[in-house]
C-alpha cells in the first residue's frame, strides 16, 4: 500500500529564505506527483505537477523535482514571504488507483 | 484556474436534518472525488466517481451518499446529520490519463457544523 510522508511537519522562518520541503513514497510506480498548497480553512490549489517521466517543474518561486527511484520529491521555495506561510501537501498518482496524499508541511513565514 | 465549484461554503444546521452539499465542474472532468478534513488534519476520500452512474465508496467509512446522475455535478447527501459530522468536506475533479490520474483541482470547500 503507498505511503506518504512529509518532513517537516511544520516549519516557521523568517522572510527571505529560501526553503525546501520534502515528500517521500513508499511505491515508486507512480503515474504522477502534485503538489498543493492550503490555505487555512480552504480548499487545496494546485501548484505544481510532475509527470513521473519528468524530473522537475518550476513556477515563479517554486521548483519541484521527483526522484522516482529513491521516492522522493522536494519543493523549493525561494526568498520566501508571509503570504507563503499555508500547509504544503503532496499527492501522488499511482496507476489505475486514487491520489494518496502526504500529512502536509504547514509553513510559517514571519515579516 | 480550476472551475469547480462547491455550495453552500458553511453551513450550522441542527442535529437530524437532511443535507446536500453541492459540487459542480465546467472542465468535462470524468473523476470526481469527496474528502473530508478535520482541522489541522489530513484528507480523508470519502466518495469518488469514474462518471456518470459511477459511484465509490472510499477509505474512511462515511454515512453520506453520492449521486452522479451528470457529468459536471457531484452532491453528497447526508440523511440526518450528527454533530460527529462537523467538518470540512472537500470536493475534487480529474480527467483521466492514460492509466493514471491527471492534475487535480479542488474546491473551495464546505465547512458544516451541526449543532
Known amino acids: 500500500k503507498q505511503e506518504v510522508t512529509q518532513i517537516p511537519a511544520a516549519l516557521s522562518v523568517p522572510e527571505g529564505e529560501n526553503l525546501v520541503l520534502n515528500c517521500s513514497f513508499t511505491?515508486?510506480?507512480?503515474?504522477?506527483l502534485q503538489w498543493f498548497r492550503q490555505d487555512p480553512g480552504k480548499g487545496l490549489t494546485s501548484l505544481l505537477l510532475?509527470?513521473?517521466?519528468?524530473r522537475e517543474q518550476t513556477s515563479g518561486r517554486l521548483n519541484a523535482s521527483l526522484d522516482k527511484s529513491s521516492g522522493r520529491s522536494t519543493l523549493y521555495i525561494a526568498a520566501s514571504q508571509p503570504g507563503d506561510s499555508a500547509t504544503y501537501l503532496c499527492?501522488?498518482?499511482?496507476?489505475?488507483?486514487?491520489?494518496?496524499f502526504g500529512p502536509g508541511t504547514r509553513l510559517s513565514v514571519l515579516p | 484556474e480550476a472551475d469547480i465549484y462547491q455550495t453552500p461554503r458553511y453551513l450550522v444546521i441542527g442535529t437530524g436534518k437532511k443535507i446536500t452539499l453541492e459540487c459542480s465542474q465546467t472542465?468535462?472532468?470524468?473523476?470526481m472525488y469527496w474528502y473530508q478534513q478535520d482541522p489541522g488534519m489530513e484528507l480523508h476520500l470519502i466518495h469518488y466517481?469514474?462518471?456518470?452512474?459511477?459511484?465509490e465508496k472510499g477509505d474512511l467509512s462515511s454515512e453520506s451518499t453520492v449521486s452522479r446522475i451528470r457529468t459536471e455535478h457531484f452532491p453528497l447527501t447526508l440523511e440526518s446529520a450528527r454533530p460527529s459530522h462537523t467538518s470540512q468536506y472537500l470536493c475534487?475533479?480529474?480527467?483521466?490519463?492514460?492509466?493514471?490520474?491527471?492534475?487535480?483541482?479542488f474546491g473551495q470547500g464546505t465547512r458544516l457544523t451541526v449543532v
Open positions: 511505491d515508486s510506480a507512480i503515474y504522477n
Open positions: 466517481s469514474y462518471g456518470v452512474n459511477s459511484t
Open positions: 475534487a475533479s480529474s480527467a483521466p490519463g492514460r492509466g493514471g490520474n491527471t492534475e487535480a483541482f
Open positions: 499527492a501522488v498518482s499511482l496507476y489505475g488507483q486514487n491520489f494518496v
Open positions: 510532475i509527470q513521473s517521466s519528468q
Open positions: 472542465m468535462g472532468h470524468d473523476k
